[in-house]
């Protein structure tokens, strides 16, 4: 600081001055959030260990809701569901995002226009997208399967309707709604990478997939990693779409396991249950984030 | 990775001799068309399912769905924009979101740059500690412990209440995060300079934060109302009263309802995301930023 102070008493002063100066800008914020984020997040370590229901009668239980856990076959198909969308969803929506960006960023007429064309299904409401992909959709009658047939195929899927079609719809409409928002956050990157580095590459010769690999993808590194991260997470907890889209089913084949925790917590009253389940959700996000952290520092250094 | 074909042509040119120029704005124009072709292939894939939404919202019922598909309707229905607000409580819904979303956006506009102000300008002991706290739980998604705060929030008598919501949305991490991010790129010099001449930190606060962060003051309202105008899970879980409802649940005991009125049900949808994307095209500007400098969302 320019300020530094000269004595000690007058820089514990300084310090204590400061002190109450912080904390009373971040107080009235860390109100909100201590009582409703941190305090939930520690809570949830308790209840996940008691047979807490709807009565808020608790008895510890200790690990009976996790050994419940393990043998819960409906558990198993929501994390393989989960698993399953995550799995698609991360490289579709990168390689789309990352795509359009590319294609932003050079001098074409109608770019910005486009820019606002493909940020606006992040904008738009789950409950609004659901409906209006569910009627696009529809098996008989909907534009997709009409455009299908009109390529050549024969038996169109039945999406929604169909227990195997139904995860690949709802990746689709997934993909389709975050890929402007991750474009956005490509394009920042692409935008600090050094225009000499490309002219350089140029007058080696390099061609334009060369470019790619050795300046732009080294270039959007640290991007592609907060984007990966941010993805993760947004895989893992995906819900609201799938609950409008299909409720989950057909059967359980979109069951996911927010989706789980909400039937177990909210329609079951199984407090207990519903938290050691949403332990694992926890667990999921925060390893990978820690983890992608950890590798990309070690890519670093 | 083209785009130094186009903005550089002199160095290219002179680099690799002059034979190469003709096949290079050859293979650059070529480029060019893949590039339109591929740009309004995106737009028609991403524009479709909104085209669908509002030429559906203005058939009949019976026109939505037909062989072959009517891409224009022959007659358009205004019908079903009257016919929406008699057969739905509509203006409750977007009276209740509006409420809302007013109320949280000032709320965490005031919270989080209030907050940020301290996490970015002042120094104490434990800040440090105190805003990894913060970042750290947006590793933490809000589906992991929407129970015990469903908990808390029931034994604070806020459940099936408006002021739930409120809860909710007003002291995310987000608020603090983006104006923090912003607070740190205003000159250190300038809140010194305030400091010498006496003025308290709350008064640099005030006197020159807050006319200096205009802008990301208005991407983070902009970006909070949005949200809580779309948040479709914590009313779902809070909210049992009809009465209540916010528009996305509205929307969606609608449909549950009418499920086979295809026409009016995309009116309501159409009602339900215009307001956003007149805010959106109206402050486009501060959203791109606001995403940009973050690289979050609530």
């Known amino acids: 600081m320019a300020t530094l102070p000269r004595t000690r008493p007058r820089n514990r002063r300084l310090v204590s001055r400061n002190t109450v100066a912080g904390w009373s800008f971040i107080l009235p914020n860390f109100v909100g959030f201590a009582v409703l984020t941190l305090l939930p997040v520690v809570v949830l370590f308790y209840v996940a260990f008691t047979n807490w229901n709807v009565f808020g009668v608790a008895e510890w239980t200790g690990t009976a809701n996790f050994r419940r856990m393990w043998s819960d076959a409906s558990f198993w198909t929501a994390l393989r569901n989960t698993v399953y969308y995550t799995v698609f969803h991360i490289p579709l929506t990168l390689g789309a995002s990352l795509g359009l960006a590319l294609l932003l960023n050079r001098k074409l007429r109608g770019v910005r226009f486009f820019r606002t064309v493909a940020f606006f299904p992040y904008i738009t409401s789950i409950v609004a997208i659901a409906i209006v992909w569910n009627q696009l959709f529809s098996p008989e009658y909907g534009p997709i399967n009409a455009l299908l047939g009109a390529v050549g195929v024969d038996n169109a899927p039945g999406w929604t309707t169909s227990s195997t079609w139904s995860m690949p719809a709802v990746i689709i409409v997934g993909t389709w709604r975050y890929m402007g928002y991750y474009m956005l956050l490509f394009l920042a990157g692409l935008q600090t990478i050094p225009a000499q580095l490309y002219e350089a590459a140029e007058t080696d010769g390099a061609s334009p997939w060369q470019r790619f690999v050795h300046v732009t993808l080294p270039g959007l590194r640290h991007t592609t990693f907060f984007v990966t991260v941010l993805l993760t997470i947004e895989s893992f907890k995906v819900f609201d779409l799938i609950l409008v889209m299909t409720g989950g089913g057909p059967g359980q084949s979109t069951l996911v396991l927010s989706q789980y925790i909400y039937q177990k917590g909210f329609e079951e009253n199984q407090f207990g249950y519903a938290s050691a389940v949403s332990i694992v959700l926890f667990a999921i996000c925060f390893s990978i984030t820690v983890i992608q952290f950890m590798v990309n520092k070690r890519r670093n250094s | ?298």
Request: hydrophobic fraction near 50%.
């Open chain 2, 1 to 298: 990775m083209t785009a130094t074909d186009l903005s550089l042509p002199t160095p290219a040119v002179a680099a690799p001799g002059n034979r190469n120029a003709p096949r290079r704005s050859v293979q650059s124009r070529g480029w060019r068309l893949v590039g339109y072709a591929a740009l309004v292939l995106a737009a028609a894939g991403l524009l479709l399912p909104f085209y669908w939404m509002v030429v559906a919202s203005l058939k009949t019922n019976s026109d939505v769905f037909t062989i072959p598909i009517t891409w224009l309707p022959d007659r358009v229905v205004w019908r079903n924009y009257l016919d929406i607000w008699q057969r739905s409580d509509m203006t409750t819904w977007l009276g209740n979101t509006l409420l809302l979303s007013v109320v949280v956006s000032l709320l965490q506009v005031v919270t989080g740059s209030f907050a940020a102000y301290g996490f970015a300008r002042v120094r104490f002991p434990g800040r440090n500690a105190l805003f990894l706290a913060y970042v750290g739980t947006i590793a933490v998604p809000w589906q992991s412990y929407m129970i015990p705060q469903f908990i808390l929030m029931s034994k604070l008598q806020l459940s099936n209440t408006l002021w739930s919501i409120v809860a909710l949305q007003a002291f995310g991490a987000f608020g603090v995060f983006l104006m923090k991010q912003f607070y740190e790129t205003i000159p250190e010099e300038l809140s010194e300079s305030a400091r010498v001449d006496g003025l308290s930190e709350f008064g640099i606060y005030r006197r020159i934060m807050l006319p200096l962060s205009r802008p990301a003051l208005a991407s983070l309202a902009l970006l909070t109302f949005v949200t809580t105008w779309n948040d479709y899970l914590g009313p779902l879980i809070y909210l049992r009263s009809p009465e209540l409802r916010t528009i996305q649940l509205g929307l969606n005991t609608f449909i549950s309802q009418y499920n086979a009125e295809y026409a009016l049900i995309m009116t309501g949808s159409v009602l339900s995301v215009l307001p956003v994307a007149v805010i959106f095209l109206l402050g486009q500007r501060y959203f791109i930023e606001g995403i940009a400098t973050t690289g979050l969302k609530g």
